[in-house]
T-cell receptor
Framework: EPEVTQTPSHQVTQMGQEVILRCVPI?????FYWYRQILGQKVEFLVS????????KSEIFDDQFSVERPDGSNFTLKIRSTKLEDSAMYFC????????????FGSGTQLSVL | RKEVEQDPGPFNVPEGATVAFNCTYS??????FFWYRQDCRKEPKLLMS???SGNEDGRFTAQLNRASQYISLLIRDSKLSDSATYLC?????????FGKGTRLHILP
């Protein structure tokens, strides 16, 4: 079964450093998402991406965050200057259609900001 | 009112029992509803979509009540492997919103 892959599985960084989280969505999917989950809390929407542009973003997704689809397969989330509170599990997801369609999630990147 | 609300539990249920949980949502224009399952420190995985007419998949039954704006999940003949957090997921305003989840522990 096709799957969404994320790398790295764990990322440790110093506060103030830039990080890039990488995702390879399922190949025929058109809609891409980033979610995050702080330990013990709910899965929170960050951003959705369709047709090479952001279609929706949450208040969490401020100027420190950006997304890119640099080629036909990768979908990246960049955090420019990490803060302690950015420590979380970051999930990438993709779907064939819009938000009426189910999401397929990657296994996540655990980001630890020290 | 929160966008998607669930009883966090935990529900501690003996193996073989039937358990049900509800989830309420605030956006009456929501079109799609899902139950996901999340194991500890793993990604959410789709359990089932929820259709207006209600739907069943083996031991799992999902129902939607649009008038009262809630969806439900019923698990029959529960197994130890059903222990997980069950996430209610609703689409609204072009984004998919997760509930905080209901923790289920199946006891041997």
């Amino acid at each position: 079964e096709p799957e969404v892959t994320q790398t790295p599985s764990h990322q440790v960084t110093q506060m103030g450093q830039e990080v890039i989280l990488r995702c390879v969505p399922i190949s025929n999917h058109l809609y891409f998402y980033w979610y995050r989950q702080i330990l013990g809390q709910k899965v929170e929407f960050l951003v959705s991406f369709y047709n090479n542009e952001i279609s929706e973003k949450s208040e969490i997704f401020d100027d420190q965050f950006s997304v890119e689809r640099p080629d036909g397969s990768n979908f990246t989330l960049k955090i420019r200057s990490t803060k302690l509170e950015d420590s979380a599990m970051y999930f990438c997801a993709s779907s064939t259609r819009d938000t009426t369609e189910k999401l397929f999630f990657g296994s996540g990147t655990q980001l630890s900001v020290l | 009112r929160k966008e998607v609300e669930q009883d966090p539990g935990p529900f501690n249920v003996p193996e073989g029992a039937t358990v049900a949980f509800n989830c309420t949502y605030s956006n009456s224009a929501s079109q799609s509803f899902f139950w996901y399952r999340q194991d500890c420190r793993k990604e959410p995985k789709l359990l089932m979509s929820v259709y207006s007419s209600g739907n069943e998949d083996g031991r799992f039954t999902a129902q939607l009540n649009r008038a009262s704006q809630y969806i439900s999940l019923l698990i029959r003949d529960s197994k130890l492997s059903d222990s997980a957090t069950y996430l209610c997921v609703v689409n609204g305003d072009d984004k998919i919103i997760f509930g905080k989840g209901t923790r289920l522990h199946i006891l041997p």
